[in-house]
């Protein structure tokens, strides 16, 4: 089934066809009629399955009647990278609509960004410290909003948005359309979309496991041994553009650095580098440039190359959530990836989780002189009743003995790692 059965205005089907899209993704099929009708939407979608469109798509279609010059939709992620892509996506879908796109983020001179939004506007893409920031300077108009996007409301939870976005929710008419779309559904971003959302249609696709056109391989391996493995895949795989990522901003720096001097063309991006560095490396690894990108969670969230083959986790995500994420940057859309991941013996706990959520699409690789029995990282990662942290230096959190009150926040396990290890928290993106 083709897109004309939505009846898009003739100037918004022009973007779908010069972008190439024959058929409508699942998520497009069953948000864009609903969202056309004004509906509120809660999307519970895996990253990769086009629901940047199926929102872009509605919103295009909307503002192409009444007045123009005035922010009418606005669309809040919680990366800088990601509210780039979905600019992008709106210059690309609305190419012949003379819409008029901006995007809000930190990092870069808030004065163009006035000046930007000094000139008429219709869709504004930010991230929410940035666009508090505008808020307070008084120089946003958020008064004629009439669709919010939150995007990847998940993450915005992770990294400690939510109460930032509450209060960017106060400045917005109370009358509008509200869209909201995570990966995964936590207890606070269902009290969010409750608190937010009036009467929304709940659509889920895939039912948040990672995607299923990726192939799923686990190499266990001596931490001192990752980065010569790491070359030996690279030397003996056919691959095209290569997303490797570590856990610390430093080991991404070091990693690239390592690969350049081993005759690879590796770019790094983390939260060290200036918005220019970001983009350079960001722009350099989409259009082929560099073949190896190392990178953080919180850098790559969001990134969307269509030519990435391989996801390599050099260090394993700190949960299964994450790993969905990572791995989401390959096999996007409709096209086929593959993920590796160094499995070292601290990380037998999400191994196990890991392995629950894959099912039957994963699977061990040895690799002759490099890796070890998969033994030993299945039978390690839990001694003496610590936890540790995956991947990590072997760090002890607290021990499982640890009565719950002084658990950080009285929460689980894995509430409480996740805390831990959030990104705010550690800086470590
Ligand atoms: P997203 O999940 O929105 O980040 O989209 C993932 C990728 O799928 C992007 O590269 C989109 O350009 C692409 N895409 C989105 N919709 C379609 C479609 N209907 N057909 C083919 N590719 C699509």
Redesign the pocket.
Known sequence: MSFKKFQLNEKVLAGVTA???????PI?DQSIAHIMDGRDVMGLAE???????AFVLPILQRLMQGQRGRIRALIIAPTRELSEQTHEAILQLGLKTKLSSATIYGGVSVVNQINKLRSRVDIVSACPGRLLDHIGRGTIDLSSVEVLVLDEADHMFDMGFLPEVRKIVKHLPAHRQTLLFSATMPSEIRSLANDLLSDPVNIQIGNSAPVMTVSHKFYPVQTEQKTALLKDILKKTDTQSVLVFTRTKSRAKSLAEQLNRGGHNATSLHGNLTQQKRKQSLDGFRDGRFEVMVATDIAARGI?V?RISHVINYDMPSTAEAYTHRIGRTG???KTGDAFTFITGQDAELLRSLKKLLGDKWQYQNVDGLTVSPSVCESMGTRAGQLTRPGGNGRKLFSSRTPSARRPQGRSFKDADRIFWSPRAQQAV
């Open positions: 972008a190439g899209y024959k058929k409508p993704t497009q990253t990769g399955t086009g629901k940047t469109a969307d269509s996007r859309a409709t």
